[in-house]
C-alpha cells in the first residue's frame, strides 16, 4: 500500500487479518504486507504485535488497536512463518510462487491462540489484529 500520512507524527500500520479459507474447512492462515511510507519500507515482520481473535464466535474488535498510544503490552510478538519467497514456507507451497507485488524481505506473520495445529499456522482461530507503530 501507498498512503499519505505525516512523517512527523507517530503512524500505526494496524490489519485485521481474516483466514479466507475458514469457510472452506482449510486450515492456515497468514498475514503478509508492505506499506512505503515517508522514504520508508514497513513490512510485516517479527516487530509486530498481534492478538488472537474469533469475530465469527462473538469475540470484539480491539478497541483503539489503531491509535499509538493503544496499550499491546499483552499482544504477543507476531510470529514469523518464513519470507516471502522461501520456498519452505506453507504460504509459498500453497501458492506455488512468493506474493508477486511484495518485496522478498516481508514476513509471513500470525499468532496463536496456543491451541493451533504446528503444521497448519492460525488453524484454531480465524481473526487476528497486528500492529506496529512507526515513531
Not at 61 to 87: E, H, I, L, R
Amino acid at each position: 500500500f501507498n498512503f499519505q500520512a505525516s512523517c512527523d507524527e507517530p503512524t500505526v500500520y494496524a490489519i485485521h487479518g481474516i483466514d479466507g479459507e475458514a469457510e472452506a474447512g482449510v486450515a492456515g492462515a497468514g498475514i503478509i504486507a508492505e506499506f512505503n511510507h515517508c522514504g520508508e519500507v514497513i513490512r510485516t515482520n517479527t516487530k509486530w504485535k498481534c492478538t488472537a481473535s474469533d469475530l465469527q464466535n462473538a469475540a470484539p474488535v480491539p478497541p483503539q488497536y489503531m491509535d499509538p498510544n493503544f496499550d499491546d503490552s499483552t499482544w504477543q510478538v507476531a510470529t514469523s512463518y518464513g519470507k516471502n519467497g522461501d520456498s519452505s514456507n506453507y504460504w509459498y507451497h500453497w501458492m506455488e510462487r512468493p506474493v508477486d507485488e511484495i518485496g522478498p524481505g516481508a514476513t509471513w506473520i500470525w499468532t496463536s491462540d496456543g491451541r493451533e495445529d504446528p503444521q497448519h499456522p492460525g488453524s484454531s482461530h480465524n481473526d487476528v489484529f497486528c500492529r506496529y507503530v512507526r515513531k
